[in-house]
């Protein structure tokens, strides 16, 4: 657990900020107030220069040369992969991936386990929830195979529709693609819940855990997923590189998906054959300063606690949730009873387009739009909500200079 | 410039009065034509009405609808408002016009497009520019697929 002062009231996230250098830069000529880290996250120095010490001084290919670089080059790649294995609690490196993000690691799953398991009349299930990323490589495989995209509702809180699932796992359902957490209103889904019962039924899960490793210790095996997605810019760590988790049975048992280097184990124009896993699914040279700095992104959150960042950022929920109903005409979407720390909202008469603008002027980083689950966004009848989402290094000082800012923007639009 | 400066700059009085009160708004009924702007970046989505006298050759008027921006319906306003009375020809002109403002800082010249000077700002916003720029470019593309059609 962390040593990090706790003053009266709240969490002193101060130790925490001074962690992040983009923190202190200043928008519009004000203090940046960094509300988007669902979007992509601020990194934390320890992230920064672990892939510079790796770019100045171990810089080599990985498992391929014998001299002295390549080795060291080689260890820190794997020590990442070793780290990032135990920070999710699988079984073994050998399930452990590394891709470009959640969106390539379901992609793989799409192509290299779905594709050649889908029958024509088969079903996958996903949610209304999903972001684009859990849904159109979902698509794309039905195209190919002839099997249904089936979907799972979302109520009107930002929950899913539990009592609709038991009818929609199905004899035919062969995959249930889910959301852990969503990027887009918050929801915390009951993952272990819908697991147990897709297992139970024989059906293959795979969870995108983009959003949820930020704000969650997560262990794989106690959630009884196949396999789970991971996105290191989302977790304090670099962009393009993230993981796909999978069990092992299942990995073994697929046909690579890229073919080059790295992935083979002999190559004659014959014939070829593959390395084990997980080199099997890591074509060519990969992103190794992007693994090393992720390896260094999950041991700084376990250097601060995910328990303690837990506990930090629900304060912010749930002082960010009461503070933004005090502003007129303002409404949360999305009100799950499980939620990570992040809040779609609209305010009648403001477009959120606006809002973002003028809240940037006032050094204020919000996202706005679909957010990249436009059928969620549909489903509650709206074209787009303003969205705030707090990571470890808000405070609720910043949430407190918000408010009048909203207000501002109200009187200026309404 | 200061931030509020720029961001009055952006947020003009004319706009902020067009968003409040849109000229053309709601009235798409017996339009001629009806083209549908979408913006994949936000998901504002207008419909643009056209009403052309009985050869297709001539615009009498404009008429919107949907749910956008306040950038963006102040411009489908500002739109409807001084684009009326013109054939297909000089419509197409003013359009292009429009947008090589917007996008290009090309300067405005034509005097019914005076009044479009008010989003000289978004020169230098180039994440909201799409925003001004949806219903010309809906109604561009309208003029584009009629072309072909009556070719
Ligand atoms: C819930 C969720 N899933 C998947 C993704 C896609 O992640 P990436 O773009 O890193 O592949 C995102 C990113 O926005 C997300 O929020």
Redesign the pocket.
Known sequence: MSAIPRSDSHFDVSAWRADFPALRRTVHGKPLVYFDS???AQRPLAVLTAMDQFYRQYNANVHRGVHTLSGEATDLFEQARTRLTRHINADSEREVIFT???????NLVAQAYARPKLQPGDQVLISTM?????IVPWQMVCEQTGAELKIIPVLENGELDMQAVPQLLTERTKILAL??????VGTINPVRQICRMARERNITTLL?G??AMPHLAVDVQAIGCDFY?V????MYGP?GI?LLYGREALLDAMPPWHGGGEMIRTVTFEKTTYNDLPAKFEAGTPNIAGAIGLGAAAAYLQSLGLEAIAEHEQHLLEHATSQLKQVSGLRIVGEARHKASVISFVIDGVHPHDLGTIVDHDGFAIRTGH???MPLIKRFGLPATARMSLGLYNSVAEIDAFIPVLKKARAMLV | MTASSSLDALYQQVILEHNRHPVGFDQLDNASLIAQGYNPVCGDHIQLGLFLDAGGRHLQKLGFDGQSCAICTASASLLCQQLHDLSIDELKILVNSFLGFIKHATPLQEPSLQPLQVFAELQRLPTRQGCAALPWETLQTTLQEFEVKHE
């Open positions: 669902a979007a992509t470009r993000g959640s969106t390539e690691s379901i999903e972001h684009h990323s859990n959301v852990h957490v969503s990027n887009a995108d983009a959003q997605s996105s290191g810019h989302k962009t993230g957010h990249c689950t």
